[in-house]
């Protein structure tokens, strides 16, 4: 059980190193020390994984308390890890991918003169990740989804000379902003409440029935903590600041969009789970917020032309999916569609990263084409990670897919059946995006024939035929794609064989998650029609896209634009708002309060100047004064002692 | 013959009050020193009336404390004076008024 202070500890080892010596160690030796820590904070995980293995279902939370953080009157907040099904799924597969992305960066960002710092970042990142998955309070867990925010912010950043890096950066910092606004004030309503930020405290109570909710209360909590999650999580209307995320280096998108950041939203809903119980509108908001966005993103992916921008959207639309599955009330679903993203995601990040390399920093799938011969890794194992997020089965996303559809049936047809469009809609623009990638006609400019011998002297890839990237970079895909192909097997929907659900069900107990049973009949039916959708839409897109590349009638500006809502939201900042706040800057702040405060030092100046003329400097003023002075006083005396 | 006791106490009073006009209306540094001193002496005169009017001999002793500060202040306001009067020919007290506000 020790092993859980290795978790956290090895990242943070690598982190520092990286930050003192990031410079020295350089490349490669940079990027081998934070794969090996990140490597080794997984080991770590699953050895805690196992030790919880070997408890009782029912004994599987064990605290890990270090020190006592802030102690303040009744409050104590304490420095601790709570190690439960929850957390450890978190934990596994966090560190698990995130290492698997380090290794790939290795290959990836070799050459960059910043190399030191991006695994600086990489390393704190994972572990911001997983002290706010591992922490034993809201307020602990805080630290880390503050911590996630600023390495997002200074890994999309991260070729900060570019202005659109540094305004993307900014922009996801601000966003993340709002929502983290609302968590701050979850934590001061579940302060005021509660007394107490601690899980035990919070939340225990809650889940064993010892304690019930007043249902303002937990709607206002659960929502406040939803709007923290909204942010995060990119969901409507926060969900702006992903696609732009698409300006850090490619594997910074595979950690943000899969293992990383976004998540976290997911796992506050599900680790909330208690206080949801109480609010059942609550749980509408989240379940529909989940819908609407899973389609509007989906929509806007279908219109992009930007290799990671589809992506992006998919990743908002995908979650999109796991707050609909946790709305709907079955945590289970929600979680094993994140784990299951966390593998196909990170798979389709890193191979587009492989394409892009081998393309020179190509990113316009129209600029792409008839990449199958020259990467058949990446294109196999793209096509494993493009058939598991279109939900083709046997692939991971549709059995995930199809937990969360069943659930959303349970709740409303409705959201069910906004859920099937956007699964065709999947289908469709991932179908368009493998098509424009691998398949067709090259559409890019040949740099071998073009620079003839030239180009190789540059060095190894910096010209030529597109060719596979390293080996360092293709094993973690080859890993990635077995994950996206069988890892659903760890939550296959047959007897017996539902681990993942197992395994989290004392996190979940039947009082606050009522399970609910769906038919097998109704099962299989809506299995059967999500894939028909899927299939639909997978057909549609191959066949429209196969021969061209060029269909503006399936693209109309207003997806290319994404519903215009950034230009929309840009154009009432700058114009209204803008106005707004510069009213306020000018009128009330530099006109009131300075004025205000400008008056009261003017005031005093004032009646200082006025006061100085007494001071004369002649003698005999003064002395005219002692001797006024001391008559009066004797005149004052005189009265009082006569009367 | 006994000379009544207010009579001191007036003598005293008009002595202080020559003193307060001169410090008052003259300008030269020396001549409203000895203004000063004139007051001093005036309230002298009247701590020892009062002493044997009243047959109190702390009124005396006050005396000899007020002739030790006395003294004190004209050495310390005399060394002053002949200092200024080295800086400049004649010193007026209004000349003396770079400390006004």
Redesign the interface.
Known sequence: MDAAYAILALPLLGTAILLFGGRRTGDPASGWIATAMAVGSFVATVVVWASLLGHSAASRTVHKGLFTWIPVGSLHVSFGLQLDPLSLTWALFSSGVGSLITLYSIGYMKGDSSYGRFFFYMNLFLFSMLVLVLADSYLFSFVGWEGVGYCSYGLIGFWFERNSAAVAAKKAFVTNRIGDFGFMIALFMMFGHFHSFNYSTVLAPLASGRLTLAGATATGLALMLFLGAVGKSAQIPLYMWLPDAMEGPTPVSALIHAATMVTAGVYLVARSAPILHFSPSAQWVVASIGAATALLAATIACGQDDIKRVLAYSTISQLGYMFLGEGSGDYGAGIFHTVMHAFFKALLFLGAGAVIHALHDEQDMKKMGGLWKYLPVSSWTFLAGFLALSAIPPFDGFWSKDAILAAAWHKSPALWAVGVVTAALTAYYMSRQFVLVFGGKARWVDRAAEHGAAGHEAGGHAGGRPHEAPPVMTVPLVILAVGSTVGWLMNAPFAGLNFLERWLAPVFPARIAPSFAVATGTKWAIGTVATAFAILGLVAGLSAWRRTAERPALEPAVLAHAWYIDETVSAAASGPLARLASGVSFGVDAGLVDGLVNGVGRLAAQSGRQLRRFQTGYVRNYALGIGIGAAAILAYLATRMGG | MTVPGAWYLVLAAVLFGIG?TG???RRNVLV?FMCIELMLNAVNLTFVTFARLLDDIGGQASVFFVLVVAAAEVVVGLAIIVAMFRRRAAAT??E??????
């Not at chain 2, 003396?96 to 506000?101: A, P, R, S, V």
């Open positions: 307060a410090l008052l209306v409203m007290a209004d003396i008024h770079i400390l006004k506000g």
